[in-house]
């Protein structure tokens, strides 16, 4: 079992940037990190990869999304949200997948909300999430390198990414994602305050953050970050070592070992997040 994320420092969450991922969330990590917020959490920026807090999500999608097979029915409270956001003042991407129930743990949270372009935003996420969380290689690593580590990155980024869809396979997400693209931006605005809520778009630069957070405008250009290079630079890392550790762990056996090792390392190549 993944350990938990450890809560403490505690600090009180004062910023949700519920922007959907692939809408700009490392940017705005970065510009709120700048503004003096600490712990703005976001899983690319995780110490250990995210893997803490996938295992959280991972949980936390079974009680939120009714359409996943595994779902309970038993809600998420605070406390439990707190294994992973009790030592942030601010969160951005996953924390949008479950915009209204995060919010609702956090009601006193100012809300950033980035909508980016439906075409744009989705191209992006069909091409960089959901293809790289379907393909051979995340097939590979969910079915037969992970189970041996005792993770469930793979499994769980599928499941939040389904239940945020309300699709039950890669095809149903892919028939109608503008109905999860209204339904998002039309909850927050439904359960935020207007006075808690901030429309933001990327390009619009500090002021307008900074008037609604109520913080002095940095002397300095407005972050931006390559999302997509970073999240190369990041699945490259967590592949790699995932390899290394399945080999650890299937050393006795040899050759199964080098066999499975031989596998991934050329459909890591295959996939193109090496180049």
Same mark, same amino acid.
């Given at each position: ?13 004062? $910023? ?25 959490? !976001? ?8 893997? %803490? ?24 409270s ?20 479950? +915009? ?11 809300? $950033? ?22 393909s ?12 041996l580590? +005792?993770?469930?990155? @793979?499994?769980?980024?599928?499941? @939040?990414?389904?239940?945020f869809?309300? #699709? ?10 503008r %109905? #999860?693209?209204?339904? !998002? ?19 619009? +630069? ?14 300095m ?14 699945? $490259? ?11 650890m ?27």
């Amino acid at each position: 079992m993944q350990p938990l994320v450890d809560p403490s420092p505690r600090y009180e969450m004062k $910023v949700l940037a519920l922007g959907l991922p692939r809408s700009g969330t490392l940017s705005i990590a970065k510009a709120l990190t700048i503004l003096g917020y600490q712990n703005v959490h !976001h899983t690319l920026t995780d110490a250990d990869d995210g893997k %803490a807090a996938w295992h959280v999500f991972n949980r936390a999608a079974d009680a939120t999304f009714p359409v996943l097979p595994t779902y309970n029915g038993q809600g998420f409270s605070r406390e439990q949200w707190d294994k992973v956001y009790g030592s942030c003042e601010a969160a951005t991407e996953a924390a949008a997948m479950f +915009g209204p129930h995060i919010f609702r743990a956090y009601p006193d949270a100012k809300v $950033v909300l980035v909508r980016r372009d439906f075409d744009k935003w989705f191209k992006s996420v069909d091409e960089v999430v959901i293809t790289g969380l379907w393909s051979p290689l995340a097939q590979l690593f969910a079915c037969a390198v992970q189970p041996l580590l +005792g993770s469930s990155t @793979v499994t769980a980024m599928r499941k @939040v990414v389904l239940g945020f869809f309300e #699709a039950k396979d890669i095809e149903e997400i892919r028939k109608n994602p503008r %109905a #999860a693209y209204d339904r !998002h931006h039309r909850e927050i605005e439904e359960v935020v305050p207007p006075g808690q809520l901030l429309h933001y778009k990327m390009g619009d +630069g500090w002021e307008p953050l900074c008037e609604f957070l109520g913080k002095p405008v940095p002397d300095m250009e407005f972050p931006w970050v390559n999302e997509t290079a970073e999240l190369k630079k990041k699945n $490259v890392k967590i592949f790699l070592s995932a390899l290394s550790a399945a080999g650890m762990v299937l050393l006795p056996w040899g050759v199964g070992a080098g066999a499975i090792g031989v596998a991934s390392w050329m459909m890591v190549k295959k996939s193109g997040i090496l180049s």
